[in-house]
């Protein structure tokens, strides 16, 4: 019989870059006066990927970050000029470029998107559906072929913890000074509807959530694998000894689960091998969870 878990609607400026850096700047972006700028183009490498994005208020204040500081010192100076032409302009930086006395490091060049005046309506609208937990996507004003000329959003990182102990006590700390969206359901709290042997309900988890299972007795697993493995999330992960991870493994397929949904519930979870600390082993979860939330980038700009 199913437990209902009351959902908690997630923090959509949580996030890594690509999540909060992008979203925060997408979001600025939707003030009268601000201007967005975009990498629409890569020559080499650089140390952000494309498509990051920062946005310079009317003020002048910049939101986001592409570089060090001396970057975005520059963009404000051609954000201003934009502004005076009121068009849109891409302009190369580094390698290549007719700026001399701008250099960017490892000799690579850049091409950045300065957009005075960016669709106000369809930045909201991608606010609006990452704030829901949808992907989004805004069309760039880019003057020619073979640059980046549609921008893929997805929702920010999210956890769902279940378990107890100082080990989640850990990570749901470790996640929230990492300004990364986190709900905990604990056995030993009745507020969270936890309850042995029930699946959960009312919860969702969708492609950019991470399932995390922090139990010592692993009798409460069960159900909650069952629901997690029908779910898109990323990240299924269970902490346990070989002994756990084989009686888990057991109880699954008696469940009726297939090899396949079984075999999508990490264990042992983490980077770091017999991670011992409640600290060490939430550090080592959360590295391994944004790791494998990273991956997702490349794959919704492949799809995209």
Known sequence: MPVSLAESRPDASAGLNGGLDDHAALRAACEDGAGLCTIVG?????SRRLGAQLAITAQGDVVGSLSDGCLEQELVTRMARARADGQPAVQLYGSGSDIIDFRLPCGSGLDILIDPTPDRAELRQAVALLEARQG??????????????RRHYMPSPRLLIFGHGPEVDALVTLAAASDIDCISFRKDDPASGLSLGRTPTNLSADAQTAIILLFHDHEWELPILEWAVATPAHYIGAQGGADAREARRTGLERAGLSSDQIARVRSP??????ARDPQVLALSVLAD????????????????
């Open 42 to 46: 890569i020559e080499g490498s650089f």
């Open 136 to 149: 989004a996507t805004l069309r760039l004003p880019v003057p020619r072929a073979g640059l980046l000329d």
């Open 269 to 274: 979870i983490g980077l770091i091998p017999k």
């Open 289 to 304: 969870v944004i790791a494998d939330y990273e991956c997702l980038h490349d794959r919704a700009a492949d799809a995209g």
